[in-house]
């Protein structure tokens, strides 16, 4: 099994920062993506930002410039730096990874989310 455990999560100001990070750990052999998700009440979940073995992101465009995934590969962590914090970053954060485990299989791994809210 492929457990994701995130934490950073919290209630700012605008304007504000937080950073998320993410640990996988459980039967993995490599990560090939990491990558955050975001859910705001009444909308679709939305891609925030990803970033793939090879060094490669993208990100949201609302987020460009104001939010940094990074990762390190030791920790089988994922970091989301979030400057610049708006109301609308209001939302539910969730982690994901594309992983090949031990047995040799694609998993697609989703933790458990965390709430990130921006006041006014």
């Known amino acids: 099994q492929v457990q994701l455990v995130e934490s950073g999560g919290g209630l700012v100001q605008a304007g504000g920062s937080l950073r998320l990070s993410c640990a996988a750990s459980?039967?993995?052999?490599?990560?090939?993506?990491m990558g955050w998700y975001r859910q705001a009440p009444g909308k679709q979940r939305e891609l925030v930002a990803h970033?793939?073995?090879?060094?490669?992101?993208n990100y949201a465009d609302s987020v460009k410039g104001r939010f940094t995934i990074s990762r390190d590969n030791a920790k089988k962590t994922v970091y989301l730096q979030m400057n610049s914090l708006k109301p609308e970053d209001t939302a539910v954060y969730y982690c994901?990874?594309?992983?090949?485990?031990?047995?040799?299989?694609?998993?697609?791994?989703w933790g458990q989310g965390t709430q990130v809210t921006v006041s006014s």
């Open positions: 994901n990874a594309a992983v090949i485990t031990t047995a040799w299989r694609p998993y697609n791994a």
């Open positions: 459980g039967s993995i052999f490599s990560i090939n993506v």
């Open positions: 970033s793939a073995s090879g060094g490669s992101t």
